[in-house]
Structures are given as C-alpha cells and as structure tokens.
C-alpha cells in the first residue's frame, strides 16, 4: 500500500522555536508538496518541490523553508515559530499533472 | 492566480444523488481533481478529469467542461459515510501544483 508518513501526528511547540516537519514517501514521485489547512482558509500551498534539491514557492511562503536532499523525503522548517503556524500541515506527493495527491495523515501543530 | 468556486454545504439523504459543481479561472490549466476529506482525516483523491467529459469510479463520478471551466462531482446511491467534505482542485501544469477550492460540506441525513 503507497504511503506518505508524515513524523508526528500532533506537535506543541514555543514561540521562537525552529521546527521541523518531515514527510517520506514510497511511491518515487517526483513531485512533492506542503500545505496548511485552517479553517475558512482551505488548503493553501507552502511549498513544492518537483525533483531532488529543487523547489519552488507556494501561496504563502513567508516563515517557512523547505529542503528536499533526497528523492523520498521533503521537510518543512519553521524557521521561528509563530502562534499564526498553529495549524494543521499536510504533505502530499504525485506523480505529475495528470495525478492526484496522495495526502500524509497530517500534523496538527500548536504554537504556545 | 487561481480562483474557484464550490458551494459550502449541501444536504441529501442516505439512496439520493447529490451534484457539487465547481467552476473555477485560471492559468495553467491542465485538469480537475476531487478528493474527500473526513472530520480529523487528510484529504483522499477521488478522481481526475483532464479531457471534456465523464470519468465513473463506482458511485462517484466527475465531468468537466474545459470551454465552461466547470467540473461536478456526482455521487450516487448516497450513503452516511460519505458525509465529509469535497474539495475541487485545479491541476497546474507546473509540477502538478494544486489549488484547491474551499471544500463542499455534505451531509447525508437518514
């Protein structure tokens, strides 16, 4: 069964902290990709990254950085945590254009 | 940038069919998605429309219109469990970036 793990399924972190959320997949996809989900907010993208080392902005970078040093794995950074990052984040992975995600299980996160 | 429009909530009851239109504008087109999202749960993709036309996944199916940049997803034979949120979501032809619409609330009554 194809998967997306994503670290930890509920993290409370400190204003000022730097966190690190990690995401592998399985599936060899090229194609890699952060969201955060609020409510009244949707789904709006972070980050993406279309192969190995590289990687492009989303709708609302700012406060976040990515690395992606390793096909499987794409990890996102909160450089100083916030109390506006509580939210939950969802990674995903996909084959290309013409593919749906595959979500991760999601990390709620709480920034105290 | 990216716009789409989906209604926020929509009520049937359980043996119904129930249609969620998404229209949408945008750039970089290169097809439709729906996923289902349940309370607590990540998002699961459920279909891909790239060409004009009907695409049938047992009880759920989707169309698209590219000239009417409009999409639905039609879901049959409803039952309680499919009460969960829909998403529409433009497929971007730069790495398959999606934006997603806000999400369809439905709710399936007995």
């Known amino acids: 069964d194809v998967k997306v793990t994503q670290s930890s399924r509920y993290l409370v972190k400190r204003t000022g902290e730097k966190v690190f959320l990690e995401c592998v997949q399985d599936m060899d996809h090229e194609n890699m990709f952060w969201y955060r989900q609020d409510p009244g907010l949707g789904l709006r993208l972070i980050y993406f990254s279309y192969d190995v080392k590289m990687k492009e902005k989303g709708d609302i970078p700012e406060g976040y950085s990515v690395s992606r040093e390793k096909k499987e794995r794409f990890s996102l950074i909160l450089e100083s945590a916030s109390t506006n990052q509580t939210s939950m984040y969802l990674c995903?992975?996909?084959?290309?254009?013409?593919?749906?995600?595959?979500f991760g299980s999601g990390t709620r996160l709480t920034v105290v | 940038g990216q716009s789409l429009e989906q209604p926020s909530e929509v009520t049937a009851v359980e043996g119904a069919i129930v249609q969620i239109n998404c229209t949408y504008q945008t750039s970089g087109f290169y097809g439709l998605s729906w996923y289902q999202q349940h309370d607590g749960g990540a998002p699961t993709f459920l279909s891909y429309?790239?060409?004009?036309g009907l695409e049938e996944t047992g009880r759920f199916s989707s169309f698209l219109s590219r000239s009417d940049s409009y999409g639905y997803l039609l879901l049959q034979e409803l039952q309680m469990k499919d009460s969960a949120s829909y998403f529409c979501a433009v497929n971007e032809a730069n790495a398959g970036k999606s934006t997603f619409g806000d999400g369809t609330t439905l709710t399936v009554k007995p």
């Open positions: 429309n790239g060409l004009d």
């Open positions: 995903a992975s996909s084959k290309g254009q013409a593919y749906g995600y595959t």
